[in-house]
Each structure stands twice: as structure tokens, then as C-alpha cells.
């Protein structure tokens, strides 16, 4: 009789043993699936808690015990102080610098896969992301040299930028995501890169998407169904005259980004916006006229066009971006039409050249060093209606400022 009871505690006890280590969920087609859960206590891994059911594998230390690991599985449910969660995301920066880690095994539980996940990760040579997962964080697999295969699923719809720089054993492939609609840009060995034919129905093209693709065939990008222009792609250095198309109505983010020979480029009269370093480094670029109808020229638009000499700022402009002409070392004269409000920092930061600028009494901020460095220049400032805000050495070093006031 002892040796009955015995034996029904010791079964008892092995199914409560069982049952704290499995879970059986129901799949897709209905069917049971068994799910191993695994303590934290018991695993080198390290989590945070996102939600009440949810948690994503982190890098909480400073220096993770997993670094020296070169195979690593990442559990699916996970057990911390008695409660079960499920694992949906790899958190940023959580295996970065894991240089011997040479296979992973990703749950189909995991949705995300963070900023900087594998990040410099150079033995990495295969991985298998989940069907389930929707975003692929910036630099997730920067530098990741290593990698000869990946297959990205068809439900992911965000890729960040630089997402795949540097994985340049992979097999050359044109990414398009977001249903179809967005080019993400090459990724693999970008020697190989020379012709790239972007499919219809794309619509939008990704931050740095064809970076250093240097001997692609020259190709001037304009995307958003014909009204935005992207830039030139390939070899920039024979980019030395450019008309964009009528329709576009703005111009990208670095679109003309280092385009060192370029000294002539038309701007259609239907352009609203120059974005943020639109024709950063252009120092072949003289003269440029800016249509009405543009509203902002962004941070850093123009910066460095040191032989820019002359510039008509329309007066449907109301915002001039940070360090928008920083160093235009050859500007003469600018105006500053009625109608601006705001002057970012260093906006005309050692512009050395410039010898008179009146600024309006609509502009109602001027900011940090605007026009410091400006040397040559008399200002003269419309403050009659008593509201504009000025930052720190917004006119440090320049020749001469008058303030008109009521």
C-alpha cells in the first residue's frame, strides 16, 4: 500500500514537473503544439518585461554573459518570478557585437527585430527570421559580413535604414516591402549593382537606399507616383547637370548629397519643399534658383556649397533649416523674404562673403549662431513688433547689427 502511494506522489509530481516546463497552444490548423518554457533562472539570456503576457530578449548588462556563445535559441515562453510570457521581440542592441555567435534559432513568436539587434555580428553566417515578424529595425544586421543567406518574410513592412549595410556576402537582391510599394534599396555585394529596374507599383523609396552603389549606370530617381524626386544614383561624379521633371513637387532627403560636379540643376516651378541635406557638398553648384511655392528649405539643404555665390529666396519660403547655408563661403548676397519666421541655428554659419541682409519683421526667431562668422556683414533687424527671439551668437563676428524698433 506504501509502495502505491509512493508511486501515485512520484507520477503526481513528474506531471507537475512536466506542466511547469511545457504549455500546449493551438496551432494555426488547430492542432496542439507542445511549447518548452523556459525558466530565466535557468537560461544566460536576459528579458524585459513589455507587457502583462509579453517580453523581448535585451541586453540589460553592460558586457552579456551570451557575447562568448557561438549557437544560441531563443525561447519562445519564458517563466520570470512564476509567470509565463511570450517572447515577441529581439531588443535593441541585444546581440550586438556577439562576433562569435554563429547560428541563432528565432521563435515564430517574435514580431520585431530591433535597432542594432545583430549589429556587428560578422560570424553570423545563416539565419531564418519568423513569418510573424513585421519590422527589421535600423542597422539590425549592420556589418554582419558573414551572412550568405536571409529570407525576409512577406508580412515584414518595415525595414530601417542601413538595415543590411555591410552584408556584402549576400546574394544581390532589390528589396521592395510595405505591400509592394516601398524600395528598400540593394542589398549584397554592391559591385554587382550596376542596372537596377525598380518594379511598377513601387512608390516611395527608402532613406540611402542604392548608398554606394557607385558603379550603378546613372540614374536620376523620381518616385511618390511622379512627384518626388529622390536624386541621382551611381556614379556621382557624372553628375554635372540635372532638370528634374514637372510634376515633382519635392525634393528628397540628400537627394544631391555630395554630387561634387554638379553646377547646373533646374528646380520645377511646382516644388514646395528642398529637404534636409537636398544638395549637402554640391561645391560645384553656383547659383541656384529656388521657384515660388517652395515653403522650407531644410537643415543642412545647402551646406557646404562653398562656391555657391548667389541665391533669390522666394517669399512663400517661411522657414530656413538648421545650418542650412553653413560655410557658403563664396555667398555675396542673400534675401530674406517677408513672410519668414524662423532662422534655424548656424543657418548662415561663416557665409564670410555676405556684406548687407535685412531681416523682416515677420521673422519672429533666429537661432543659435545663425550668422556667426559672418564677418563682411551689416544686418539690420525689423523688431517692430517687439517678438523676435534671438539665440545665443546669433551675430557673433559679424561687421555691424541695427536693430529697428517703433
Known sequence: M?????????????????????????GKNGEDRKINVVDQSKTFLEFKVLSDSTVEVTNKSSYPSYRGHKSITIPEKVRIEGKVYTVTNIGEEAFKYCSRLTSINIPKSVTSIG??????????????????????????????????????????????????????????????????????????????????????????????AFDGCDILEPELLVYDKG????????????????????????????????????????????????????????????????????????????????????????????????????????????????????????AFYVCSRLTNIKIPKSVTSIGYAAFDGCSNLDIVIDNSEKNVKVGADAFKNCKSVKWLKD
Open 2 to 26: 506504501a509502495k502505491k502511494l509512493l508511486a501515485s506522489v512520484m507520477a503526481f509530481a513528474l506531471c507537475l514537473f512536466v506542466s511547469a516546463a511545457d504549455m500546449v497552444v493551438k
Open 227 to 346: 512627384t518626388k524626386c529622390y536624386g541621382w544614383i551611381g556614379d556621382k561624379k557624372k553628375c554635372t547637370e540635372v532638370v528634374i521633371p514637372e510634376g515633382v513637387t519635392s525634393i528628397g532627403f540628400a537627394a544631391f548629397d555630395r554630387c561634387g560636379s554638379l553646377n547646373s540643376i533646374n528646380i520645377p516651378e511646382s516644388v514646395t519643399n528642398i529637404g534636409d541635406l537636398a544638395f549637402y557638398g554640391c561645391s560645384s553648384l553656383t547659383s541656384i534658383k529656388i521657384p515660388e511655392g517652395v515653403t522650407s528649405i531644410g537643415d543642412r539643404a545647402f551646406y557646404g556649397c562653398d562656391n555657391l555665390t548667389s541665391i533669390k529666396i522666394p517669399k512663400s519660403v517661411t522657414s530656413i533649416g538648421k545650418s542650412a547655408f553653413w560655410w557658403c563661403s563664396s555667398l555675396t548676397s542673400i534675401n530674406i523674404p517677408e513672410g519668414l519666421t524662423n532662422i534655424g541655428d548656424l
Open 115 to 208: 535597432k542594432c539587434a545583430f549589429y556587428g555580428c560578422s560570424y553570423l553566417t545563416s539565419i531564418k527570421i519568423p513569418e510573424g515578424v513585421t519590422s527589421i529595425g535600423y542597422s539590425a544586421f549592420y556589418g554582419c559580413r558573414g551572412l550568405t543567406s536571409i529570407k525576409i518574410p512577406e508580412g515584414v513592412t518595415s525595414i530601417g535604414v542601413d538595415a543590411f549595410y555591410g552584408c556584402s556576402r549576400l546574394e544581390p537582391e532589390l528589396l521592395v516591402y510595405d505591400k509592394g510599394t516601398k524600395c528598400y534599396g540593394w542589398i549584397g555585394d554592391k559591385k554587382k549593382c550596376t542596372k537596377v529596374v525598380i518594379p511598377e507599383g513601387v512608390t516611395s523609396i527608402g532613406v540611402d
